[in-house]
């Protein structure tokens, strides 16, 4: 089992950054693959960015490439999601998710433990 915590959500103006953090608990962290996703209401909820368990692999969503960083600190148990240049479009909530496999994986359902998201708004 796997337990997540979210924070570092709030409100920001358009163009300014918020760091989301993820704080895992309850397992061996450094072998969990870690991903950040988001929702918003009454739609799918979007592949955002993952870190494998090294830190050595990245993907990001076409969405937020160049603006997002993944990053992640075993010692800690801790995985960081740095958000740059939001845009109001970026106002939905975030989700932490960790699945126990080397691999990159993208899709949502293939991720067994969630947080309870933290909410983050971008005014324009």
């Known amino acids: 089992q796997v337990q997540l915590v979210e924070s570092g959500g709030g409100l920001v103006q358009a163009g300014g950054s918020l760091r989301l953090s993820c704080v895992a608990s309850?397992?061996?962290?450094?072998?969990?693959?870690m991903g950040w996703f988001r929702q918003a209401p009454r739609k799918e909820r979007e592949f955002v960015a993952a870190?494998?368990?090294?830190?050595?692999?990245?993907a990001y969503s076409a969405s937020v490439k160049g603006r997002f960083t993944i990053s992640r600190d075993n010692a800690k148990n801790t995985v960081y999601l740095q958000m740059n240049s939001l845009k109001p479009e970026d106002t939905t909530v975030y989700y932490c998710?960790?699945?126990?496999?080397?691999?990159?994986?993208?899709?949502?359902?293939?991720?067994?433990?969630w947080g309870q998201g933290t909410q983050v708004t971008v005014s324009s």
């Open positions: 870190i494998t368990w090294s830190g050595g692999s990245t």
């Open positions: 309850g397992s061996t962290f450094s072998s969990v693959l």
């Open positions: 998710a960790a699945q126990r496999t080397f691999i990159l994986i993208i899709r949502p359902g293939e991720y067994a433990y």
